[in-house]
């Protein structure tokens, strides 16, 4: 049986809480739309995506053009986790000087990742007081999208 198929049922595994934090100054370099952390190279779109389906998320990513610049992509589960502050008990779940939602109920809802198992794509849920949740969704649902671009 596929792995995403397990998942599913389960709705979320706990992460370990190895990232995110409180970033420390000039951890990222803010742009108009995106923030580049120069700790992972990787740059973030600010704002990110109210409830799209997984394949909306994945076109929207890859043709979007933020402060200039294009080639964004959506982040793998480990890249989404790098930008949460797991020592926040409340949402959103990030550095609010540098990341915002377009819907305030993505604070502490899901994001999709680029990682896939068949009809099942992988997501983050960043649940205040409870921390980070890795599962799977079909790629039909609706979740936040927060674009990247990077190594």
Same mark, same amino acid.
């Given at each position: 049986?596929?792995? %995403?198929?397990?998942?599913?049922?389960?709705?979320?595994?706990? +992460? &370990?809480?190895? *990232?995110? =934090?409180?970033?420390?100054?000039?951890?990222?370099?803010?742009?108009?739309? !995106?923030?580049?952390?120069?700790?992972?190279? +990787?740059?973030?779109?600010?704002?990110? @995506?109210?409830?799209?389906?997984?394949?909306? *998320?994945?076109?929207?990513?890859? !043709? $979007?053009? +933020?402060?200039?610049?294009? #080639?964004?992509?959506?982040?793998?589960?480990?890249?989404?986790?790098? $930008?949460?502050?797991?020592?926040?008990?409340?949402?959103?779940?990030?550095?609010?000087?540098? /990341? @915002? &939602? *377009?819907?305030?109920? $993505?604070?502490?809802? @899901?994001?999709?990742?680029?990682?896939?198992?068949?009809?099942?794509? /992988? +997501?983050?849920? /960043?649940?205040?007081?409870? #921390?980070?949740?890795? =599962? %799977?969704?079909?790629?039909?649902?609706?979740?936040? %999208?927060?674009?990247?671009? =990077?190594?």
């Amino acid at each position: 049986m596929r792995f %995403a198929r397990l998942l599913a049922p389960l709705a979320v595994l706990f +992460l &370990a809480r190895t *990232a995110g =934090g409180d970033a420390p100054v000039g951890q990222y370099v803010l742009g108009t739309q !995106t923030a580049l952390d120069t700790k992972t190279g +990787l740059r973030w779109q600010r704002v990110s @995506s109210a409830g799209v389906q997984w394949q909306t *998320a994945l076109t929207t990513c890859s !043709t $979007i053009q +933020l402060d200039g610049q294009t #080639g964004y992509r959506l982040p793998t589960v480990r890249e989404l986790e790098s $930008i949460y502050d797991m020592k926040t008990n409340t949402g959103p779940l990030w550095d609010k000087t540098v /990341f @915002s &939602a *377009a819907n305030q109920t $993505i604070s502490a809802g @899901s994001h999709w990742a680029s990682n896939v198992d068949g009809d099942y794509a /992988f +997501l983050v849920s /960043f649940v205040p007081t409870q #921390g980070a949740y890795m =599962g %799977a969704a079909k790629k039909d649902d609706f979740n936040g %999208a927060r674009c990247v671009k =990077g190594p």
